[in-house]
């Protein structure tokens, strides 16, 4: 009884190799990397306040940052910098200009934090519902990336629609009238 003891006793106090630990969630930053290289035009990644809707459309998946908005937008914007595929066309809400700081307490600091972390880009403004319905129609044919922040700032979101960074837009304009007059190379 003695030995059958002390061999359960044994057993149950060697290491079990053969199960696994739990693993950490990814990071927000991996999956971002982890996106980037599947990404391509058509699709969005998105960097919004912490009050935007969670959208059900297959095609969106939404992730929690629990970080600054700034952050979020430079670690995406040297993912696609770094990229050799993707170049961004930026929108941001065109309310954000007309938030004032009684009602936003920092809106103005984040607007010139935006503003320098977007100086290399050419940023467009749209009304935010007209973008969240841009990206809406986009979803049913195409992956957007929603990454939420702790931004507690209205109309902090920014919009970014990814494009070929191999073909520029004006190349994109001369395929399209050649296409329309016959004419080959």
């Given at each position: 009884m003695l030995?059958?003891?002390v ?9 079990v ?12 930053q ?5 996106a980037?290289p599947?990404?391509?035009h ?9 009050a935007y809707?969670l959208?059900r459309?297959p095609?969106?998946e939404?992730?929690?940052t629990h970080a600054?908005p700034t952050l ?5 914007l ?8 993707l170049?961004p066309d930026i929108?941001?809400d065109?309310e ?7 009602d936003?307490p920092?809106?103005?600091?984040f ?5 320098d972390?977007?100086r290399?880009y050419p ?5 935010h ?5 841009m990206v ?6 195409f992956?957007v990336?929603?990454l ?5 700032l ?6 970014i629609?990814l ?7 004006e190349a994109e304009s001369r395929?399209r009238?050649k296409?329309?007059?016959g004419?080959?190379?």
């Open positions: 030995r059958k003891l061999a359960v006793a044994v057993f149950l106090a060697a290491p190799p053969h199960i696994a630990r739990a693993q950490e969630p990814e990071s927000w991996a999956k971002v990397a982890h980037l599947l990404l391509g058509r699709n969005w990644i998105l960097i919004v306040d912490s809707p959208q459309s095609g969106i939404t992730i929690d600054a979020v937008l430079r670690v995406v040297t993912g696609i910098e770094n990229s050799e595929h170049r929108y941001t065109a954000l200009p007309y938030v004032a700081d009684q936003a920092g809106i103005s600091q607007r010139v934090n935006l503003a972390l977007l290399a940023a467009q403004s749209q009304a519902g007209k973008l969240i319905d809406d129609q986009d979803s049913h044919m992956q990336l929603v939420k922040t702790n931004s507690t209205p109309y902090s979101s920014v919009f629609h494009k070929a960074k191999y073909w520029s837009d395929l009238t296409m329309g007059s004419t080959q190379p």
